[in-house]
C-alpha cells in the first residue's frame, strides 16, 4: 500500500484501523469487521439481509471501493478517493437504507433496476427479471427466436411467471427464490433452428436423468415446465427460510 496515496491507513497500521478513526471523527458509529489483510475490511450492517459492506483499495491511486451484498445478491458498489464517504455509505448501508437514498447522498455509489427492485420486495424483482428477459428474448429475435419464444410462452403460464426466470447459456430456468439462490424448480432448454424444446429438471447440458421431455414446440414446453412445478410453490421468496 503506498503512504502518498493513503496515509492515513498506514498511520491507523490498517484499512479497518483508518475506519474507525474517521468514524470517530466524524461522530458516527460503525463496528468495524477487520480482515486477513491490512486493505480490507468491512462496516457490519444490523439491517435484516444485508450482509457487511466490504471495503478495499487499489493500488497506484488513491481509490476505497464499497461491495454491498445482501442475501446473497450483489446489490451496491462504487467508490472514492474520500474516507469519510466509506464510512457513510456503511452507517447508511447498516441502517437499510433505500438504494436510491443511499445515491442521493453519495452520488458514486451504483446499483442496477434489479437490485433496486429486490431490495424493495421480492416481487418487484420478478417483475423485472421478465420484463428484462422478454426484452432480451424480442433483441434475440432474429438469431435465436427458439429463446424469445420460450419465454413469450412461459410467461403466459401462471405459476411460472409468479418464479424468478433467468437465463444460463440460453437455458431458461425457473427459482422459487430471488436471494440466497436455489436450483431450478424446472428448466426449459430451446433448440436452435430444431424447433424442439427440452423441459428437464437442472440446467445440466449433459444429464439425460434429467430430462422430463422434448417437446415441439414452445407452448407445449411452457404447459410442461409448469406442471412440473407443485401448486404452492412461490411466488418467489428471498430464500428458504425467508419471507
Not at 500500500?1 to 474517521?22: C, D, H, K, N, W
Not at 471495503?55 to 445478491?73: A, C, I, M, T
Amino acid at each position: 500500500m503506498e503512504p502518498e496515496f493513503y496515509p492515513e491507513v498506514i498511520a491507523a497500521g490498517s484499512l479497518a484501523g483508518a475506519l474507525e478513526r474517521t468514524a470517530a471523527r466524524l461522530g458516527l458509529d460503525i463496528t468495524v469487521v477487520p480482515d486477513d489483510t491490512d486493505d480490507t475490511a468491512a462496516i457490519a450492517a444490523p439491517a435484516l439481509g444485508r450482509e457487511p459492506l466490504l471495503v478495499y483499495v487499489e493500488s497506484g491511486w488513491r481509490f476505497f471501493g464499497v461491495d454491498g451484498w445482501s442475501r446473497g445478491l450483489a446489490m451496491i458498489a462504487g467508490g472514492t478517493a474520500d474516507l469519510a464517504d466509506i464510512v457513510r455509505a456503511g452507517v447508511a448501508w447498516g441502517r437499510g437504507e433505500s438504494l436510491p437514498a443511499m445515491r442521493e447522498l453519495l452520488p458514486w455509489l451504483e446499483y442496477g433496476e434489479f437490485a433496486e427492485a429486490a431490495d424493495r420486495n421480492p416481487a418487484d424483482a420478478v417483475d423485472v427479471a421478465w420484463r428484462q428477459l422478454r426484452e432480451q428474448g424480442h433483441e434475440e429475435a432474429d438469431g435465436f427466436p427458439e429463446f424469445g419464444a420460450a419465454v413469450e410462452a412461459a410467461h403466459g403460464r401462471p405459476r411460472l411467471r409468479r418464479l424468478l426466470p433467468f437465463d444460463s447459456m440460453r437455458r431458461l430456468g425457473f427459482r422459487p427464490s430471488v436471494g440466497h439462490v436455489l436450483g431450478p424448480a424446472v428448466v426449459i432448454v430451446p433448440g436452435r433452428g430444431s424447433g424442439t424444446y427440452r423441459v428437464q429438471r437442472t440446467l445440466d447440458c449433459e444429464g439425460a436423468g434429467d430430462l422430463i421431455a422434448e417437446v415441439g414446440s414452445a407452448a407445449e414446453a411452457a404447459a410442461l415446465a409448469e406442471a412440473q412445478v407443485p401448486a404452492d410453490l412461490g411466488p418467489a421468496v428471498f430464500g428458504p427460510d425467508e419471507p
